[in-house]
């Protein structure tokens, strides 16, 4: 007769702590804390829970019958089943997340799984230290050669007599002048265009041509890569990943399909993620994320013309266009740097715009030709400068961060004889070979 008294209030409390647990859970995400942060915050609940519990036991023991210990008591309980359920829900999301197809590494994943679930300004803050502890000093010593990729051009040498129709066939020709170099002396090849395939070494008008220069005489060992592409002999595709952007991956498997791989000769990275980069996405008749006005937008029409540009369309792209991928603000526009880069994060949300950091860009130059560019240790200034001294006109940011930065060239048809567009770049030079995350760009000759 004496034990079920003694167990009413053991079965309350015990009630109390079973519904106001998950209860107090459900209210924290509720109000915003996503199970990025939630899993440090009900870690660093649980280990002061468990110390608070082991010191009112002690209480306790000296103290029986005391009211308040106990109702502090189940309130530490309560404490302690809302972080289990945070952490067990935070664990399934996880595993979930490293479960789905990816080719980035689990750190990487586990990253992203903490900034896509509200802990996207603990990762900032952390990127911000690391960067920051991490920049580069000014000055040093000068490097003493450039890495040197593909092949010398030599152009074909035209008969004196020329026919009209091939004379005014070659004022037509808009090869990029060698680039100026920033620090003295010029290093050997440095700002030399070469192309990326012997076929090509002896064209007049070869489709790809690429270099490397020294940008900032303030860090001289720090290299920036080019490539330009013709725009009337070569066609630009944009593919999606298979996580980015979302709902895009079924259309390619996140790769260059094979039957396109002959003419295939480069691929590059796409911006940033569409949470980041709140731009809209177009490709092969597939709208996946609606356009915005005045969004910086790589534009590609159906007869192969390529342009950036501020987006003065609508959410959806008219006939006689077949690829809009936007990114954020235009970098350069009228050959000049946007005068708003200091201003804000538009432009490197996640780590600010002064942070140096790799980072890549796409423009054109004056001839509508497409030049890419990518360095590390740059701020958003430095790369608008960047696409500025090799002759874009118009120009938007692309992907940032090592991991994400990519452009390779392709040596041979079939994409063989992959080399990055600078070796210090992190990723296998056969990355969009095979099913990648991020949406990309390959370019293919005519």
């Known amino acids: 007769m004496i034990e079920p008294a003694l167990s009413t209030p053991r079965v309350r409390r015990t009630a109390l702590e079973l519904v106001g647990g998950p209860a107090l859970a459900l209210a924290l995400l509720a109000a915003g804390m996503g199970l990025g942060p939630g899993v440090l915050v009900a870690a660093a609940a649980l280990v002061g829970s468990l110390a608070v519990g082991h010191g009112l036991s002690r209480r306790a023991a000296r103290r029986r019958g ?7 008591h189940v309130g530490v309980r309560v404490v302690q089943v809302a972080a289990g359920c945070l952490l067990a829900l935070a664990a399934l999301s996880w595993t979930r997340a490293i479960l789905r197809p990816s080719n980035s590494s689990i750190g990487i994943r586990s990253v992203e799984w903490v900034r896509d679930n509200g802990g996207a300004w603990l990762v900032n803050d952390i990127e911000r230290a690391y960067y920051s502890l991490d920049a580069p000093a000014k000055g040093g010593p000068a490097l003493r050669n450039l890495p040197v990729a593909g092949v010398a051009v030599q152009p074909r040498q035209h008969a004196p007599r020329a026919s009209h129709h091939r004379a005014r066939r070659r004022r037509r020709t808009h090869l990029p002048k060698r680039v100026r170099p920033v620090i003295a002396p010029r290093l050997p090849g440095e700002g030399s265009w070469r192309t990326t395939r012997a076929q090509f070494s002896r064209a007049a008008e070869p489709p790809i041509l690429i270099t490397s220069y020294r940008p900032d005489p ?3 060992r720090v290299v920036a890569g080019l490539a330009w592409f013709d725009h009337r002999r070569t066609r630009v595709s944009l593919y999606p990943g298979i996580q980015e952007p979302p709902g895009g991956g079924s259309s390619s498997g996140g790769q260059v399909p094979d039957a396109h791989r002959r003419a295939l ?3 590059f990275n796409g911006g940033f993620k569409h949470a980041d980069g709140h731009g809209g996405f177009f490709s092969a008749g597939r709208l996946l994320e609606p356009l915005i006005p005045g969004q910086g937008s790589i534009v590609v029409r159906s007869d192969g013309r390529v342009d950036v540009r501020a987006w003065r369309g609508g959410a959806r792209p008219g006939p006689g266009i077949t690829t809009v991928r936007q990114n954020l603000p235009l970098i350069v526009d009228r050959g000049r740097p946007n005068p708003n880069l200091s201003d804000g994060p538009e432009w490197g949300a996640t780590l600010g715009n002064a942070i140096l950091v790799w ?13 890419y560019a990518a360095a590390p240790e740059q701020t958003v200034s430095g790369l608008a400068q960047i696409l500025i001294h090799a002759g874009a006109v118009r120009a938007v940011e692309l992907d940032i961060n090592s991991y994400w930065v990519t452009l390779n060239t392709y040596s041979a048809s079939g994409a063989r004889g992959a080399q990055p567009l600078l070796p210090t770049m992190q990723r296998p030079a056969t990355r969009y070979l095979s099913p990648d995350d991020r949406d990309f760009f390959a370019v293919y000759a005519r």
Not at 360 to 369: A, F, L
């Open 66 to 72: 005391r009211r308040r210990i106990t109702q502090v």
């Open 218 to 220: 303030s860090y001289p």
């Open 265 to 267: 000769l480069a691929t």
């Open 359 to 371: 980072r890549s860009g796409v423009g054109v130059d004056r001839h509508g030709n497409l030049i």
